[in-house]
């Protein structure tokens, strides 16, 4: 967890003697009248790996086309090194962009595309040779280098627009979505390659993904988008174990939101009264509650444990009745119904091989988690 | 279903054919004509084409003729393709509708309104009549159909393939050239031999910029013709109507071809 981590931690975005890369200034983009980035206020630090997360449709390509340079804002500014780049060109700033219609040049082969950017730099023929070579064997292309980009698979096309975007190794990189089309393992692969590449180069990355899982591996920090607007920016265990609102929370991961009335209790603690005969949710509130308020308690599904038995050592307690068990191998997700109606799901490991056999459809089980599993949301 | 052709197929396609190529047929074979009557066949010879490269003043014409048809089809290219770009890629700018309309206008306009309007332009700034006056006046009429064959093309043409370029450094002007030229070269292509067809067999304009010293082909055998068609005329078109055809058929077999790879290579993009 974040908190745990110790001091040496990178975490610029801590220090207030940092100064930002990228700086976000009250920036909205309007096309016609429909909102695509609603006021957005953000910073992006020098050798971060930042996820963009959010449903389709709620503004991450457009936020990365203003920083490339094809949008201009309609309010605010957008400082890079504390320079704003309005009035600077897209050819003349030194960010590049990989786009997510990857836009390879047709007439030109797997070599040519990669090698476009160098061109244009008048940088000498070998050290042009020796760069796309290296990135061609990094994206493992190498047997492509002659074909041209209708020549060759989907996932191949990604890897060679990526490629084109390493090449000139800009201080700012713009990803768009750029692993969607590989193979999980592929996938991986390239992730820790382009980890290794930011720890080699120092490059600062932005990168869209609709794939949770890869942002919580590469990113320094996720932001997650809704509707033009940034609900929340956090370190990824951040963003997981303290969403700040509802979305966020159901949008990373899964989870259990159960709604009901706080009350206060002992110590700082919470009773959350969420049906009528059930015994209240004792929780730890991160903000202070008033008594009588509407809260949602957002638990995930790996904190409850499922037992024959209460577990005296967690403080709260339910009776569930197993409707469906989800079998992964690694872990089963138990899918649960308390007395009050509500659905929970819960997860455990299978550490032992078989050992959870014994529960079963219609079993009636009990389940326990602590009163700091969850996080009690007001929204 | 069945593709075979039926009956009433077969006539249709007969007659229409024979509409539309018989006339040329019967030139084609009167040019070979023995005798110098032209309706009374005499039997088989190609005495006319011998005669044709002896006759100086039809020479000269032919060469006007394609000075003309390759300057102002080069100069409509530039300036058609030019105007197809700014019409597509420029946005939403003040006057844009004016602007496209004042282009297309040309294409419906009478030739003989185009014309004379070009010959009162030529007398008020006192530009003498000639070579250059025609490839003036091709280049007006010709680039509004070059602008449109590129224009057709820039609308299907991926924006994105100009923004990659500028996010690796082009120029916008160096984006043009290295990225959306090569890939709309044969729509361009196309446009040039459409410029070069329409101002090799223009009358009307022609006549009305032409000067004494300068006649272009159609011009001359229309004026020939007036005084009675000779078997040399005959042996003219039979030319004329080869390197149309030649050219013709180059240019839609090389833009079919390349605008089926280029179509397979945008699918295959789109489906990535
Ligand atoms: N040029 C444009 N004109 C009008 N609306 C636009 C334009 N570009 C984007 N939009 C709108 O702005 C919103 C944000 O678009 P954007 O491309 O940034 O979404 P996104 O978050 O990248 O989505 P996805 O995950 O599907 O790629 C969308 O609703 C889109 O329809
Ligand atoms: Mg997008």
Redesign the interface.
């Given at each position: 967890m974040a908190q745990s981590k110790p001091q040496n931690v990178f975490a610029p975005w801590n220090d207030p003697q940092e100064k930002p890369l990228i700086r976000f200034q009250n920036v909205t983009k309007r096309f016609g009248t429909f909102t695509a980035i609603d006021n957005l206020t953000l910073d992006i630090y020098r050798r971060e790996f930042f996820a963009l997360l959010g449903p389709s449709g709620c503004g991450k390509t457009t936020m990365m086309r203003m920083l490339a340079g094809f949008e201009t804002p309609t309010e605010g500014t957008i400082l890079i090194d504390g320079v704003d780049v309005g009035p600077i060109p897209p050819n003349k700033r030194a960010v590049n962009m990989m786009f997510q219609s990857y836009a390879l040049f047709p007439h030109l082969t797997v070599e040519d595309n990669i090698a476009f950017g160098l061109r244009r730099d008048k940088t000498d023929r070998s050290s042009i040779a020796d760069r796309v070579s290296e990135m061609l064997r990094l994206t493992r292309l190498e047997k492509f280098a002659k074909r041209k980009p209708h020549q060759i698979s989907g996932g191949q096309r990604q890897r060679v627009a990526l490629a084109r975007s390493l090449a000139k190794a800009p201080k700012l990189l713009l990803l768009d979505e750029p692993l969607g089309a590989l193979d999980r393992k592929l996938r991986e692969q390239t992730q820790f390659e382009l980890m290794d590449i930011q720890e080699k180069t120092g490059t600062t990355f932005v990168i869209v993904t609709h794939d949770q899982e890869e942002a919580m591996t590469v990113a320094s920090r996720v932001a997650v988008m809704d509707h033009g607007k940034v609900i929340q920016v956090d370190t990824p265990a951040g963003i997981y174990e303290t969403p700040n609102s509802v979305y966020v929370a159901d949008f990373i991961g899964d989870v259990n939101i159960i709604r009901g009335k706080a009350h206060p209790a002992d110590g700082g603690l919470i009773r959350i009264h969420y049906a009528e005969g059930a015994e209240p949710i004792l929780a730890t509130p991160t903000q202070p509650v008033a008594a009588g308020q509407d809260v949602a308690f957002a638990i995930r599904p790996e904190k409850i444990v499922v037992a024959w038995e209460p577990d005296h050592s967690r403080a709260n307690h339910a009776r569930g009745k197993i409707i469906d068990i989800a079998y992964l191998g690694n872990i089963s997700t138990y899918h649960l119904e308390l007395p009050s109606g509500q659905k929970v799901s819960a997860q455990m490991t299978n550490a032992r091989r078989l050992a959870r056999r014994d529960f079963t459809w219609d079993d009636e089980v009990w389940l326990s988690w602590s009163d700091t599993a969850g996080v009690v949301l007001q929204d | 279903m069945n593709r075979r052709l039926t009956w009433f197929n077969a006539t249709s396609l007969t007659l229409g054919f024979a509409f539309l190529y018989l006339p040329m047929l019967i030139l084609i074979i009167f040019s070979f004509n023995e005798s110098k009557l032209v309706t009374v066949w005499a039997g088989f010879s190609p005495k006319w084409y011998g005669e044709l490269l002896r006759n100086e003043q039809f020479l000269d014409a032919a060469w006007v003729t394609l000075k003309v048809a390759a300057l102002s089809s080069t100069l409509a290219t530039v300036l058609g393709t030019m105007a197809a770009y700014v019409l597509v890629r420029a946005g939403r700018f003040p006057g844009r509708t004016l602007f496209s309309g004042m282009i297309y206008a040309p294409l419906v306009m009478p030739e003989v309104i185009t014309g004379l309007s070009l010959l009162l332009l030529f007398i008020a700034i006192g530009l003498d009549r000639g070579v250059f006056t025609i490839v003036l006046a091709h280049t007006t009429f010709a680039m509004c159909y070059v602008s449109v064959v590129v224009s057709s093309r820039l609308m299907t043409f991926?924006r994105?393939?100009e923004?990659?370029?500028?996010?690796?450094?082009?120029?916008?002007f160096?984006a043009f050239r290295?990225?959306t030229l090569?890939?709309i070269t044969p729509a361009v292509i196309s446009g040039w031999l459409l410029a070069f067809t329409l101002s090799l067999d223009d009358l009307v304009i022609a006549s009305f910029a032409s000067g004494p010293s300068s006649t272009t082909l159609p011009i001359k055998i229309f004026s020939a013709v007036r005084l009675g068609v000779s078997p040399e005329i005959n042996a003219l078109s039979t030319i004329m109507i080869g390197i149309v055809a030649v050219g013709v058929i180059t240019a839609s077999l090389v833009s079919k071809r390349a605008i089926q790879r280029?179509r397979?290579?945008?699918v295959?993009?789109v489906?990535?």
């Open positions: - | 991926d994105s393939l923004e990659a370029a500028l996010d690796l450094g082009c120029t916008p160096e290295l990225v090569p890939i280029q397979r290579e945008e295959e993009g489906r990535a």
